[in-house]
Each structure stands twice: as structure tokens, then as C-alpha cells.
């Protein structure tokens, strides 16, 4: 299948943060099986995180304050990046940073660097020159983090990774368009909480979290079709992609390809398994390729 200017094995990625750089899961996933791999995200310095506990089960998903943690952009094509490239899968880098510069700056450094396929913007950070209001939450603010990547991004397509925390996604979806990005991903995780009342504190080491999983799937389902009807770009549907069911309903609401993300936690094969299921689906079905079940969709939906 073909995702804009990249040619991919199937519809099937893994998530940004929930499957570590790829190479943890180097030993109990064949890589190259899967359509792509999206890496953790990566700032310009080293990040700490959040304190512990950063993870807790909630009905139906998953709570999660990682607090961005990661080893840096230098640190990832020094460690991670060679290991990486011993395996014929596709590589998307997840950026983030908290203003302009720093999303330019870790572009530019891997712009150098051979072994990645695409980039995917993290636009749910907040921007800390505009007093820590998510870069995604705003059109204007949307499109300039967007603009400025793409100056310093040349060589690779640019993926933009939307928030949920939106009164219009498809707005938000076109300005990133016509700010020069290539395909989307919809959605991020939802701010969320839960706390022990018995001991009185919140149940991760900080008061929030990013609620993901199978209860956020009906939301994000309707982002991705409202921005389908918004954009030309393709469309990455991430959000409680468990089964090839999952992965179908994204599908025929116009997305062109999926990311599993929280899966991954209680099921490290989760995406390997789903390429077999998906597979099998389509098969049964009669239909070979991606864009048929989307033509469906289109029209019966105009």
C-alpha cells in the first residue's frame, strides 16, 4: 500500500511511546513484518520524564504520565539508529519541542542521518514562548509549528500528530495541509485522571495523565472522519486498535493506515498479530486492497 510518498508492506504501525525505539521489541516482534515503526519521541536535550508511577489501568484503557521521557536526538542515532537500520521496516521518528527551534533543530540533526523514512510532529506539546498553550490546540500556532518543520524538513514526508483537545478537528487538520504536511495522525492521547481516595493521592506520580485504549476508540473515530472530510492528505488512525475490526472501522472512515499503541502493553505481538488478522479479514471479504474498503465508505457518504 502506498501511505502519500511512502510505500508500505500493510496498514499496520506501531505507536510513538508504546513501543520504545523498536529495537526492545527487536526479540519478540518480527519487524519486518510490520508497515512501520514510530519511535518514542525525541527532543533536542535528554528528558528525565515524569516521577513514577507513570502508568495505571483504567476500564477499558490506560492512563499514562510518561512526561516525554527520552535519551535525545543524539543519543538516538548514536544507540538506537544502527540496530534500527539491521531491519527492512520503515522508520518514523516522533519530534517534539517546546517551541520553533528546538522542532527544527532535531529535523536538521537527523536530516544528516540515513535509516529513518519519515518524520511525525508532535503538535500537542505546549509551546513555552506563547505561556504553554499546546501548539495543536490553535490553527495559527498548528500551522506555524508546522511551516517551520517544514523548512528544515527536505529530504522526507512530514507527518503531523494531532490533539483531541480541539473544538474543530478538521480546521486544525487543513491548516496543517496547507502548512506542508503530508499525512496526518489522528489523535493523541486525552488528558485524564484517577485517584485513590483511600490514600489520597493520584494514582501516577503527577495529578494528569494520557487516558488511551479501547474507550477512547468511538472519539477518534469521528475525528478521523471529520478530518477525512477536510483534507486530501492520508490519515493515521491511532486509538484503542486492538483487533482487525479495529482496524477496519478506521479504515472505512477514511483512514489509510493505523498505529497500535496501548495494545502493545498487554500484548507485545499485538501488531504482528494484527498484520495476520487484517490479512485474513480482507480475505474474507474479497477485497486486496486498502483503498476498497474507503471507497465504501465515500459512497455511501458522498
Request: glycine share 10%; hydrophobic share 40%; net charge neutral.
Amino acid at each position: 500500500m502506498n501511505l502519500g510518498a511512502l510505500r508500505l508492506r500493510n496498514p499496520i504501525l506501531a505507536a510513538s511511546g508504546t513501543f520504545g525505539y523498536g529495537v526492545e521489541f527487536c526479540h519478540l516482534v518480527d519487524l519486518t513484518r510490520l508497515g512501520g515503526i514510530v519511535t518514542k519521541g525525541l527532543s533536542r536535550e535528554p528528558m528525565e520524564g515524569a516521577p513514577s508511577p507513570r502508568i495505571c489501568e483504567t476500564p477499558s484503557g490506560m492512563l499514562n504520565a510518561i512526561g516525554l521521557q527520552n535519551i535525545g536526538v543524539e543519543a538516538f542515532i548514536k544507540q538506537k539508529l544502527p540496530e534500527l537500520r539491521r531491519f527492512d521496516v520503515p522508520v518514523i521518528v516522533n519530534v517534539f519541542g517546546s517551541c520553533l527551534e528546538d522542532y527544527a533543530e532535531v529535523i536538521r540533526i537527523l536530516e544528516d542521518t540515513e535509516g529513518i523514512a519519515a518524520y511525525e510532529l508532535n503538535i500537542s506539546c505546549p509551546n513555552v514562548k506563547r505561556g504553554g498553550v499546546q501548539f495543536g490546540s490553535d490553527p495559527e500556532q498548528a500551522a506555524g509549528a508546522v511551516g517551520y518543520a517544514r523548512k528544515a524538513c527536505t529530504r522526507r514526508p512530514l507527518w503531523v500528530k494531532l490533539s483531541p483537545l480541539v473544538t474543530d478537528i478538521g480546521l486544525i487538520a487543513r491548516c496543517a495541509e496547507e502548512a506542508g504536511a503530508d499525512a496526518l495522525t489522528i489523535a493523541n492521547t486525552y488528558p485524564a485522571m484517577a485517584v485513590d481516595w483511600r490514600t489520597r493521592k493520584s494514582r501516577l506520580g503527577k495529578p494528569t495523565g494520557g487516558l488511551s485504549g479501547p474507550a477512547i476508540k468511538p472519539i477518534t473515530l469521528r475525528l478521523v472522519w471529520e478530518s477525512k472530510k477536510a483534507v486530501k492528505i492520508p490519515i493515521l488512525g491511532l486509538g484503542g486498535v486492538e483487533t482487525a475490526e479495529d482496524v477496519l472501522n478506521y479504515l472505512f472512515v477514511g483512514a489509510t493506515a493505523v498505529q497500535v499503541g496501548t495494545a502493545s502493553f498487554t500484548d507485545p505481538r499485538a501488531s504482528e498479530r494484527l498484520v495476520d488478522q487484517v490479512h485474513r479479514a480482507f480475505f474474507d471479504a474479497n477485497m486486496f486492497t486498502v483503498n476498497e474498503i474507503g471507497a465504501i465508505f465515500s459512497a455511501e457518504n458522498g
